[in-house]
């Protein structure tokens, strides 16, 4: 398996660019998540997604869209790129229990993306 | 979730444990306690997690209290590799969704 996969590994935009950042996994989770990491925060959460065609907002959505039409495929959109949105974004999965604790989440290797 | 609270740092000499301490005085009788590393530049590994009693794996140890409002990771024999920021996350078992990521504590393994 090669677990969670992000492309690129590294982005630069102009301010006002739009861009995709793919993410995939092949363990059949149906829980992925986009998360964003500022230097010397920690993790915040963009968007989720709990299976195909179904996803909801994190704690930082604004500026950022997106869809799953596919188990494997979790992208994340930036419409009109800004200088605020400079971060390493970071994909997750995991699989939801029905009755046991939360499982563990597999996080992809990030993308880091620069707004000039 | 319940709140944790960690150091921003600490220190550990190489082949000596490492103990991460993590405070959550409000956890909730039916929420988690898991262990999170971050390498440099890399994604989050996750390494444990815990309810009550005491967990152990090929990676770390961790120890709850018995009044659950504190937590210790243990790393027994740290290396250089180990050097990471290390996130203490409380969470309601069974679930979905968000990790909450505070800011962690950052481990450095000196040789």
């Known amino acids: 398996n090669a677990g969670v996969t992000q492309t690129p590994k590294f982005q630069v935009l102009k301010t006002g660019q739009s861009m995709t950042l793919q993410c995939a996994q092949d363990m059949n989770h149906e829980y992925m998540s986009w998360y964003r990491q500022d230097p010397g925060m920690g993790l915040r959460l963009i968007h989720y997604s709990v299976g195909a065609g179904i996803t909801d907002q994190g704690e930082v959505p604004n500026g950022y869209n997106v869809s799953r039409s596919t188990t494997e495929d979790f992208p994340l959109r930036l419409l009109s790129a800004a200088p605020s949105q400079t971060s390493v974004y970071f994909c997750a999965s995991s699989s939801t229990p029905v009755s046991s604790p939360w499982e563990t989440q597999y996080f992809g290797p990030g993308t880091r993306l620069l707004v000039l | 979730d319940a709140k944790t609270t960690q150091p921003p740092s600490m220190d550990c000499a190489e082949g000596r444990a490492a103990n991460l301490p993590c405070n959550h005085s409000?956890?909730?009788?039916?929420?988690?306690v898991y262990w999170y590393r971050q390498i440099h530049s890399q994604g989050p590994q996750y390494i444990i997690h815990g309810l009550k009693n005491n967990e152990t794996n090929e990676m770390a140890s961790l120890i709850i209290t018995e009044d659950r409002k504190s937590s210790t990771l243990i790393l027994p024999h740290a290396t250089l590799r180990d050097t990471a920021v290390y996130y203490c996350i409380v969470r309601i078992g069974g679930s979905q969704g968000n990790l909450i990521f505070g800011k962690g504590t950052k481990l450095s393994v000196k040789p």
């Open positions: 409000t956890i909730s009788g039916n929420e988690y």
